[in-house]
């Protein structure tokens, strides 16, 4: 029921970005379809809704963000480094790294993270013993815990404190 | 004044965007098409979706592009991993000079 | 350090490129905005033709899709161009449908690539 009522102002919030100028015939209709989508796809939403109330995981995101774009700065020059080299410097392959992340939230978005950012691919994920296929533009190590370390090491405990 | 910064992010942006293409067509195997192209066409066209918002400022159009970026930075990852699960198990190759493929030989040990 | 020669100049030609397709011919102050603006549209109308060489040359099915995902994503770029240059606020309304269509499509033909049904 939590899950339900959280989906509805998710939902809201949403149609109140796409109908900006607020009228009531908008925001009446909006209700109605709100009422509807959190009644029939409520409860596939989230498993753990009492995560919601807690204020610092919102505090951890906010500090989360900046540091996400600048990497994805960064990775966008690197690209266009190798991209635009005459020679094609690159080095690719398909290495394994290890997580202790289990919830499927924090797992979304940590390979979304991996996609973003310098020089990785998210391939795979196996959930159950937490490993993470990861293509790396330029191997640097080969070895898992030196690649865990290298891949995910900034962003893993930030998404810990948000999502477990 | 805030309409030359518009325009100075759409031009960033286009200019991220010619750079994945010419990556889509300059590199050797699917994955390293992916991984330019993805990252660069996403991270161009919010920056000229950005550039849309500075224009407009918080009109219809304007939240419609913030949300625009939002509904980008979530989905073209979520794709990109799609396709390379994709590539993997009807069985493109990686490249000739690869290092390694731990996803392959994990992948016969099943 | 003659490597690192090439990539500058590589570099430089590209950006000159950049500058030359925005500000050549030199408009006047009045009309440069909408001249710009149309100039945009041909630097992504070469992102496209990229793409499209790349459906046409692929040498295996993923190559293409991946193309057709990365003309999706253009799409919307052409669309934000196009709300800015004519003014017509419903334009970013056809990119924000186009963006959530294309990934539908995307997944759809990832897992027809992969060679299973939908149940799974």
């Known amino acids: 029921m939590k899950s339900r009522i959280i989906l509805f102002f998710l939902a809201i919030l949403v149609w109140l970005g796409l109908t900006w100028p607020p009228d009531w015939q908008h925001i009446s209709i909006g209700i109605l379809v709100a009422i509807f989508v959190a009644f029939m796809t409520g409860d596939m939403f989230t498993k753990r809704p009492h995560l919601f109330r807690h204020p610092k995981r919102y505090f951890w995101l906010l500090y989360y963000l900046p540091i996400f774009i600048w990497e994805c700065i960064k990775a966008n020059f690197d690209v266009a480094y190798r991209v635009g080299h005459p020679d094609l410097p690159i080095n690719p392959g398909i290495v394994k790294v290890k997580t202790s992340l289990k919830s499927d939230t924090g797992l979304t978005f940590l390979a979304n993270s991996i996609t973003l950012t310098p020089g990785t691919l998210s391939v795979d994920v196996d959930q159950e013993e937490g490993f993470l296929y990861v293509h790396w533009l330029n191997v640097k190590d080969k070895d898992i815990e030196k690649a865990t370390k290298l891949i995910i090491g900034r962003f893993e405990p930030i998404l810990k404190r948000i999502f477990e | ?110 | 350090m003659n490597r690192r020669l090439r990539w500058l100049a590589g570099l430089l030609i590209i950006i000159a490129l950049f500058v030359g397709i925005i500000f050549y011919p030199p408009a006047s102050m009045l009309e440069w905005q909408s001249i710009s603006l149309m100039r945009f549209f041909f630097i992504l109308s070469l992102c496209c033709v990229f793409c499209l060489y790349r459906i046409m040359r692929g040498p295996t099915p993923a190559d293409r899709v991946v193309s057709i995902d990365i003309l999706g994503i253009l799409i919307v770029g052409f669309c934000a161009v196009l709300g800015i240059s004519t003014g017509r606020p419903w334009y970013i309304d056809i990119g924000i449908a186009w963006a959530l269509q294309s990934f539908i499509a995307t997944i759809a033909l990832a897992k027809y690539l992969e060679g299973k049904g939908f149940e799974e």
């Not at chain 2, 994955?31 to 950005?50: D, E, W």
Request: charged share 20%; glycine share 10%.
């Open chain 2, 1 to 110: 004044m805030i309409e030359i910064i518009g325009y100075i992010f759409i031009a960033v942006g286009l200019m991220f965007d010619f750079f994945g293409c010419l990556g889509l067509v300059r590199l050797p195997d699917v994955y390293n098409r992916l991984q330019a192209s993805t990252k660069c066409v996403t991270l161009g066209t919010c920056s000229i979706l950005f550039g849309l918002f500075l224009f407009k400022g918080f009109t219809a159009s304007g939240i419609k592009a913030l949300l625009c970026i939002v509904f980008l930075i979530l989905t073209a990852p979520v794709s990109a991993h799609a396709i390379a699960r994709g590539a993997h198990i009807s069985g493109v190759k990686l490249w000739d000079k690869s290092v390694c493929d731990k996803y392959e030989e994990d992948k016969k040990e099943m």
